[in-house]
């Protein structure tokens, strides 16, 4: 399992579209094959920086997901808003594995 993050620079004046653009994921991403853990905007500190968080098996079935989000009709609307209104500045993906599984179960005081 790979987990990848996407780290964005989004315009801090246009944080209202990009919180659209992320409601949109939230329907288009879980249905075209990766495990969504969340889209992550500005609360306190930066103002510019949010992330999309999400799961994938392999860096194959990413591709076939990544085909899958292009033809989707709303995956391209939400490709189209994004490019309209300039609201994201820049976009980095990593993909990462989970190296410290497993983990011992959670323990509250």
């Known amino acids: 399992m790979l987990t990848c993050f996407i780290r964005y620079e989004i315009d801090p004046f246009k944080k209202d579209a990009f919180i659209e653009y992320a409601r949109a994921w939230g329907q288009a991403i879980p249905r075209n094959g990766a495990d969504l853990l969340g889209y ?3 609360h306190e500190g930066s103002a510019t920086t949010a992330y999309g968080v999400y799961n994938i098996e392999t860096l194959a ?3 076939d997901y990544r085909a899958r989000l292009a033809a989707d009709p709303l995956g391209k609307e ?4 994004a490019k309209r ?3 994201i500045l820049k976009e980095d993906r990593i993909f990462l594995k989970n ?3 497993p983990h011992s179960p959670l323990v509250l005081p």
């Open 40 to 42: 992550f905007g500005p």
């Open 61 to 63: 079935a990413y591709e």
């Open 78 to 81: 939400n490709y189209e808003f």
């Open 85 to 87: 209104g300039r609201f």
């Open 99 to 101: 190296v410290s599984l």
